[in-house]
């Protein structure tokens, strides 16, 4: 009897040291374990124009970094899914990323639908989200672990209107898509235009799929504007340049960051020509001044894209560029992937260099985006970008 | 009505239980948003295939219903302040209105004339909630309030998985009785053939009505469930590509099975989750798979897993054949 | 009036691609009472295939050419491998497998294209034609001429050619047709080829005006279908003639009204139409098999 008490008390210590050896063995896989990045982006549907470029990038720096030792000494895992901008799966994904694939950040969300159907989740799940899309309502309010990269439509919109006054101009027409990217900025369009003494005298509205604008543009002329403003992305955005110059040519037509890439200049065939569009300085990065602090990132990584993929990056890639390396970063600084610490992290972040401008964030800015070098006002000559100094 | 048989009885007491049993199974909560989004395409499937499988009639309009009921929930919960079990009811409501009105409209005709309501009507709403962004916030969507029954607040995915899982099971109660019921009868006789069904006396633009509009009450339903489980709404919700959607589950899963409408929600559900390792071969592969199964089980999944069952289980039994025939319509669930 | 004339370009435009879309529709619904849901790929691969082989070197004819020939191809492997595969297929069944194919077209144009847009230059020059002070792109007519083809082709077909009254026959009677030899398995693929290579034509002729992308055949495909629907569903010429009848009514919809729903407008005209005219404008009263 004595001895089989004593069989049982072995056991029972050996099972208790075996199970600790386990535990330690995982705390220590916890350690090495990799720094896993969560993401989705609208690769395929409406927004895929946006979500394309952001996959591509995620996963040509999580790669190049790798290369490199990664970070903190552990390499980087990506797991990216395609949410079509649709918002009922990029919840799903979300839950995925958060509950399934237990990543230490989530980077994401093309459009602001998708973002904002995501804030509920992360928010409750408490792990830092950075959000690719240009919505001030996504930051605005300020909620705890919800951050974005893109600079925001109004500061776009503000840019062009500063430029129409420069040159005389009061009257204006927007024409937009009916799609989420579209309407944030109408809405900004028309809100700035009051506060800046722009008199909107028409605001033309066509469907995303729609192929051909023309009525819109008559009902412009008829309105008689100095100028236009375009909110459309992707292949409408095209649409709409190639209709301006069958029907409005005499009229100038600026364009926010939407249309920010080279595809959209050579879709256009000719009909970009003195275009004025808001972008990133990441399409002009060769004429920045050389004692232009982002000059140096940006012509790094237009050609590590370009390598990589033959193609260089739109504006919409950057986004991406930015919210991966500011969360590396902040983990950086936070000595690990705690999530509190690194949201606290993120938040500190303080003159980080990007593509899209130079971020300061702090507690009641979780963009971190200044006026000045989010935004470039640029005109296209001979197919190509070209800053307006 | 006729009560339904214990082996249906069964059916439904098993599906609960496997529904109760599956959060103590899934690994994590992911697992319970997949498993409450086929949930609800199952309920709105059940009632789909009421009218498609039953009655013959295709409607390519269902996730408007299903938008109706979503933004139903998420307007008069957000914007009103309504408590969601009256929103739900609101939802289903108006749904019924709707499909009432037009199946008057269109049903008296003879031919894919649903068909085309359902696709202009379905097109015309998720237009409107799109556009109407005061309202609905637009293509950005909006966001829903948690679930609240008595006071009483959910919290987290488990609540939207009951409320999803619990609706299923009264769907498929609700569909078995029905289908069982001189009404259900009356219209796999319509399904069959209208004529012969006209001659025994069968008002059939009546039956096809009800029909419809219970099959937009089911999408309603799982449109309310939905907005709350997720607590955000977007207009795709009622786009045509998820009401193509929801006729490829019913095909898929067997048309005219209660329990066709589960698998083939299921799966639909998942298949997007399997592949999405895939990339760019995504869309691809998804496609391949739509067209195996179509070839191999023209009849849909489950008619075609249950014939080949009656035929290896009659296959050894020499004596006796088994009652019932093959005829791809089941109605147990 | 310039106004006025604007709009009318705009709407014929517009009418002439959606009902190059929509005759397709009509040619498969006629032949075997299914919904094509694959038509709007076939359009989409016109335009991507052009772009494909003019990287090649190709020149322009030859690429287009190539284009709808491709499709055309890819039609009959669609009924063959797949749609006749499916024995005793329900019309349901048959859809879905055309849903899947789409997907896979669009699956396959995405894998080879990328998910970048395309274009190539227009036919005879950019810059917009000048007409009584309305403007036009030169490529315009380029579409409403591919139409006017299509349109005498597909009545020299049903009028003249064999083939085409055995088409005819088999849609008249599917049974009778069989009886009196015709191959009616035949048939089917001829008509999945036709349709495929009217759409790819359409997507040949578009594409400089509307670009592509391996996404364009879905919302492509509503408009379409919305035409045949509107002509009738078993018409060629009814999806034509319906076609054009809901670019009109956009264009002026949007240039007179408002632009904010004239995305709507023709389903609005579909509503309308199951209420006074629920036969569409060409099609006959279907015949509900007993």
Same mark, same amino acid.
């Given at each position: 009897?004595?001895?089989?008490?004593?069989?049982?008390?072995?056991?029972? =210590?050996?099972?208790?040291?075996?199970?600790?050896? =386990?535990?330690?063995? +995982?705390?220590?896989?916890?350690?090495?374990?990799?720094?896993?990045?969560?993401?989705?982006?609208?690769?395929?549907?409406?927004?895929? %124009?946006?979500?394309?470029? $952001?996959?591509?990038?995620?996963?040509?720096?999580?790669?190049?970094?790798?290369?490199?030792?990664?970070?903190?000494?552990?390499?980087?895992?990506?797991?990216?899914?395609?949410?079509?901008?649709?918002?009922?799966?990029?919840?799903?994904?979300?839950?995925?990323?958060?509950?399934?694939?237990?990543?230490?950040?989530?980077?994401?969300?093309?459009?602001?639908?998708?973002?904002?159907?995501?804030?509920?989740?992360?928010?409750?799940?408490?792990?830092? %989200?950075?959000?690719?899309?240009?919505?001030?309502?996504?930051?605005?309010?300020?909620?705890?672990?919800?951050?974005?990269?893109?600079?925001?439509?109004?500061?776009?919109?503000?840019?062009?209107?500063?430029?129409?006054?420069?040159?005389?101009?009061?009257?204006?027409?927007?024409?937009?898509?009916?799609?989420?990217?579209?309407?944030?900025? $109408?809405?900004?369009?028309?809100?700035?235009?009051?506060?800046?003494?722009?008199?909107?005298?028409?605001?033309?509205?066509?469907?995303?799929?729609?192929?051909?604008? +023309?009525?819109?543009?008559?009902?412009?002329?008829?309105?008689?504007?100095?100028?236009?403003?375009?909110?459309?992305?992707?292949?409408?955005?095209?649409?709409?340049?190639?209709?301006?110059?069958?029907?409005?040519?005499?009229?100038?037509?600026?364009?926010?960051?939407?249309?920010?890439?080279?595809?959209?200049?050579?879709?256009?065939?000719?009909?970009?020509?003195?275009?004025?569009?808001?972008?990133?300085?990441?399409?002009?990065?060769?004429?920045?001044?050389?004692?232009?602090?982002?000059?140096?990132?940006?012509?790094?990584? +237009?050609?590590?894209?370009?390598?990589?993929?033959?193609?260089?990056?739109?504006?919409?890639?950057?986004?991406?560029?930015?919210?991966?390396?500011?969360?590396?970063?902040?983990?950086?600084?936070?000595?690990?992937?705690?999530?509190?610490?690194?949201?606290?992290?993120?938040?500190?972040?303080?003159? %980080?260099?990007?593509?899209?401008?130079? %971020?300061?964030?702090?507690?009641?800015?979780?963009?971190?985006?200044?006026?000045? +070098?989010?935004?470039?006002?640029?005109?296209?000559?001979?197919?190509?970008?070209?800053?307006?100094? | 009505?006729?009560?339904?048989?214990?082996?249906?009885?069964?059916?439904?007491?098993?599906?609960?239980?496997?529904?109760?049993? *599956?959060?103590?199974?899934?690994?994590?909560?992911?697992?319970?948003? *997949?498993?409450?989004?086929?949930? *609800?395409?199952?309920?709105?499937?059940?009632?789909?295939?009421?009218?498609?499988?039953?009655?013959?009639?295709?409607?390519?309009?269902?996730?408007?219903?299903?938008?109706?009921?979503?933004?139903?929930?998420?307007? #008069?919960?957000?914007?009103?302040?309504?408590?969601?079990?009256?929103?739900?009811?609101?939802?289903? *409501?108006?749904?019924?209105?709707?499909?009432?009105?037009?199946?008057?409209?269109?049903?008296?005709?003879?031919?894919?004339?649903?068909?085309?309501?359902?696709?202009?009507?379905?097109?015309?709403?998720?237009?409107?909630?799109?556009? @109407?962004?005061?309202?609905?916030?637009?293509?950005?969507?909006?966001?829903?309030?948690?679930?609240?029954?008595?006071?009483?607040?959910?919290?987290?995915?488990?609540?939207?998985?009951?409320?999803?899982?619990?609706?299923?099971?009264?769907?498929?109660?609700?569909?078995?009785?029905?289908?069982?019921?001189?009404?259900?009868?009356?219209?796999?006789?319509?399904?069959?053939? @209208?004529?012969?069904?006209?001659?025994?006396?069968?008002?059939?633009?009546?039956?096809?009505?009800?029909?419809?509009?219970?099959?937009?009450?089911?999408?309603?339903?799982?449109?309310?469930?939905?907005?709350?489980?997720?607590?955000?709404?977007?207009?795709? @919700?009622?786009?045509?590509?998820?009401?193509?959607?929801?006729?490829?589950?019913?095909?898929?899963?067997?048309?005219?099975?209660?329990?066709?409408?589960?698998?083939?929600?299921?799966?639909?559900?998942?298949?997007?989750?399997?592949?999405?390792?895939?990339?760019?071969?995504?869309?691809?592969?998804?496609?391949?798979? #739509?067209?195996?199964?179509?070839?191999?089980?023209?009849?849909?999944?489950?008619?075609?897993?249950?014939?080949?069952?009656?035929?290896?289980?009659?296959?050894?039994?020499?004596?006796?054949?088994?009652?019932?025939?093959?005829?791809?319509?089941?109605? @147990?669930? | 009036?310039?106004?006025?004339?604007?709009?009318?370009?705009?709407?014929?435009?517009?009418?002439?691609?959606?009902?190059?879309?929509?005759?397709?529709?009509?040619?498969?619904?006629?032949?075997?009472?299914?919904?094509?849901?694959?038509?709007?790929?076939?359009?989409? !691969?016109?335009?991507?295939?052009?772009?494909?082989?003019?990287?090649?070197?190709?020149?322009?004819?030859?690429?287009?050419?190539?284009?709808?020939?491709?499709?055309?191809?890819?039609?009959?492997?669609?009924?063959?491998?797949? !749609?006749?595969?499916?024995?005793?297929?329900?019309?349901?069944?048959?859809?879905?497998?055309?849903?899947?194919?789409?997907?896979?077209?669009?699956?396959?144009?995405?894998?080879?294209?990328?998910?970048?847009?395309?274009?190539?230059?227009?036919?005879?020059?950019?810059?917009?034609?000048?007409?009584?002070?309305?403007?036009?792109?030169?490529?315009?007519?380029?579409?409403?001429?591919?139409?006017?083809?299509?349109?005498?082709?597909?009545?020299?077909?049903?009028?003249?050619?064999?083939?085409?009254?055995?088409?005819?026959?088999?849609?008249?009677?599917?049974?009778?047709?069989?009886?009196?030899?015709?191959?009616?398995?035949?048939?089917? !693929?001829?008509?999945?080829?036709?349709?495929?290579?009217?759409?790819?034509?359409?997507?040949?002729?578009?594409?400089?005006?509307?670009?592509?992308?391996?996404?364009?055949?879905?919302?492509?495909?509503?408009?379409?279908?919305? &035409?045949? !629907?509107?002509?009738?569903?078993?018409?060629?010429?009814?999806?034509?003639?319906?076609?054009?009848?809901?670019?009109?009514?956009? &264009?002026?919809?949007?240039?007179?009204?408002?632009?904010?729903?004239?995305?709507?407008?023709?389903?609005?005209?579909?509503?309308?139409?199951?209420?006074?005219?629920?036969?569409?404008?060409?099609?006959?009263?279907?015949?509900?098999?007993?």
């Amino acid at each position: 009897m004595r001895s089989f008490l004593k069989n049982i008390g072995t056991s029972v =210590l050996a099972a208790t040291l075996a199970a600790g050896g =386990l535990l330690a063995a +995982t705390g220590a896989s916890a350690q090495q374990r990799p720094i896993r990045i969560g993401a989705f982006t609208a690769t395929t549907g409406g927004a895929s %124009f946006l979500g394309d470029p $952001q996959e591509k990038t995620l996963r040509l720096y999580v790669d190049k970094i790798n290369k490199a030792g990664g970070v903190l000494g552990r390499k980087l895992e990506l797991f990216i899914y395609d949410s079509a901008g649709d918002a009922r799966q990029a919840v799903t994904y979300t839950r995925r990323l958060i509950e399934d694939n237990e990543v230490d950040i989530i980077i994401g969300g093309s459009a602001t639908g998708e973002s904002m159907a995501v804030i509920p989740i992360v928010e409750e799940a408490q792990i830092p %989200f950075i959000s690719l899309s240009g919505g001030n309502v996504v930051v605005e309010p300020v909620r705890k672990w919800v951050f974005k990269t893109p600079g925001s439509d109004r500061m776009a919109v503000s840019k062009i209107y500063t430029d129409m006054k420069a040159r005389g101009f009061s009257k204006a027409a927007v024409i937009s898509g009916d799609g989420g990217f579209d309407k944030s900025c $109408q809405k900004e369009a028309v809100t700035v235009a009051k506060t800046m003494g722009i008199a909107i005298v028409a605001d033309e509205v066509y469907a995303q799929a729609d192929t051909d604008m +023309t009525p819109q543009f008559t009902r412009i002329a008829g309105a008689k504007p100095d100028a236009i403003v375009g909110c459309g992305f992707g292949l409408g955005g095209v649409i709409t340049v190639r209709n301006h110059r069958q029907i409005t040519p005499q009229i100038p037509l600026y364009f926010t960051h939407g249309v920010g890439s080279q595809q959209f200049v050579e879709g256009a065939r000719g009909a970009a020509e003195n275009v004025r569009i808001t972008v990133s300085p990441l399409l002009v990065a060769e004429q920045l001044d050389d004692s232009d602090p982002q000059k140096k990132t940006l012509l790094e990584y +237009t050609k590590e894209y370009q390598e990589k993929f033959g193609e260089k990056p739109a504006a919409f890639g950057g986004f991406s560029y930015d919210a991966l390396h500011i969360a590396l970063a902040a983990m950086q600084r936070a000595g690990g992937t705690d999530k509190a610490k690194v949201r606290d992290e993120i938040e500190r972040t303080k003159n %980080f260099i990007g593509i899209d401008g130079i %971020f300061n964030m702090s507690p009641t800015d979780h963009m971190g985006l200044d006026f000045n +070098t989010a935004f470039r006002l640029t005109e296209i000559k001979n197919n190509g970008w070209h800053l307006v100094k | 009505m006729t009560s339904d048989t214990p082996r249906q009885l069964i059916a439904c007491a098993v599906l609960a239980t496997a529904l109760a049993l *599956l959060p103590i199974v899934a690994p994590n909560p992911y697992y319970l948003d *997949l498993a409450t989004k086929a949930c *609800l395409a199952a309920v709105v499937c059940i009632g789909l295939n009421l009218l498609s499988g039953y009655a013959g009639q295709l409607s390519l309009g269902h996730a408007a219903f299903f938008g109706v009921g979503a933004y139903a929930s998420a307007i #008069l919960c957000a914007k009103v302040g309504i408590t969601p079990v009256v929103a739900m009811l609101a939802g289903c *409501l108006i749904s019924a209105g709707i499909a009432y009105v037009m199946a008057r409209t269109v049903l008296r005709l003879k031919g894919h004339y649903l068909a085309m309501a359902t696709l202009a009507f379905g097109v015309i709403i998720s237009i409107v909630l799109n556009r @109407e962004v005061a309202l609905t916030g637009g293509p950005d969507g909006m966001s829903v309030p948690r679930f609240n029954l008595f006071g009483y607040r959910t919290t987290g995915v488990w609540a939207g998985y009951g409320l999803a899982a619990v609706a299923l099971v009264l769907a498929v109660r609700t569909a078995i009785v029905f289908v069982n019921s001189r009404v259900g009868r009356a219209l796999r006789a319509i399904g069959d053939s @209208e004529v012969a069904a006209e001659g025994l006396g069968i008002d059939i633009a009546r039956y096809k009505t009800g029909v419809f509009v219970i099959s937009a009450v089911f999408a309603s339903v799982a449109g309310s469930i939905f907005a709350h489980a997720d607590r955000f709404v977007s207009p795709a @919700e009622a786009g045509f590509m998820r009401s193509v959607e929801f006729v490829a589950m019913i095909v898929i899963g067997g048309l005219g099975s209660v329990a066709g409408s589960i698998v083939g929600a299921t799966l639909l559900t998942l298949l997007p989750q399997l592949l999405a390792g895939f990339d760019h071969y995504r869309h691809f592969l998804t496609g391949l798979i #739509l067209i195996l199964i179509m070839i191999f089980m023209p009849a849909g999944i489950v008619p075609t897993l249950l014939a080949s069952g009656r035929a290896l289980h009659d296959r050894y039994r020499p004596f006796g054949r088994s009652a019932r025939s093959v005829t791809g319509r089941t109605s @147990e669930g | 009036m310039v106004d006025f004339l604007q709009f009318l370009l705009s709407g014929i435009t517009r009418g002439s691609i959606y009902g190059l879309v929509g005759v397709g529709f009509a040619l498969i619904f006629r032949s075997s009472h299914a919904i094509n849901f694959a038509q709007g790929e076939f359009v989409m !691969i016109g335009g991507m295939a052009t772009v494909f082989f003019l990287t090649l070197g190709l020149p322009l004819v030859l690429a287009a050419a190539g284009a709808v020939v491709a499709a055309a191809l890819i039609g009959a492997l669609l009924q063959r491998l797949a !749609i006749a595969q499916a024995k005793n297929a329900s019309v349901l069944t048959i859809i879905i497998i055309t849903i899947g194919a789409g997907m896979m077209l669009r699956g396959a144009a995405e894998i080879v294209m990328g998910r970048n847009f395309h274009s190539y230059p227009a036919f005879s020059g950019e810059l917009p034609v000048d007409l009584l002070g309305a403007k036009m792109q030169s490529q315009s007519l380029w579409v409403v001429a591919a139409l006017v083809l299509v349109t005498i082709g597909i009545h020299f077909f049903f009028a003249r050619t064999r083939l085409g009254k055995a088409v005819e026959a088999t849609f008249s009677n599917r049974f009778a047709a069989t009886v009196i030899g015709i191959n009616v398995p035949r048939i089917l !693929i001829v008509c999945f080829m036709l349709s495929a290579a009217i759409g790819a034509l359409g997507g040949v002729v578009m594409t400089p005006i509307t670009l592509t992308h391996f996404e364009l055949g879905v919302p492509l495909a509503l408009k379409g279908f919305c &035409a045949a !629907i509107v002509g009738g569903l078993t018409s060629p010429f009814g999806a034509i003639i319906g076609g054009l009848i809901l670019g009109l009514s956009e &264009a002026f919809a949007g240039g007179y009204i408002s632009p904010t729903y004239q995305e709507a407008v023709a389903f609005v005209i579909i509503i309308a139409m199951l209420i006074f005219r629920p036969q569409g404008l060409f099609g006959r009263r279907a015949v509900e098999r007993v």
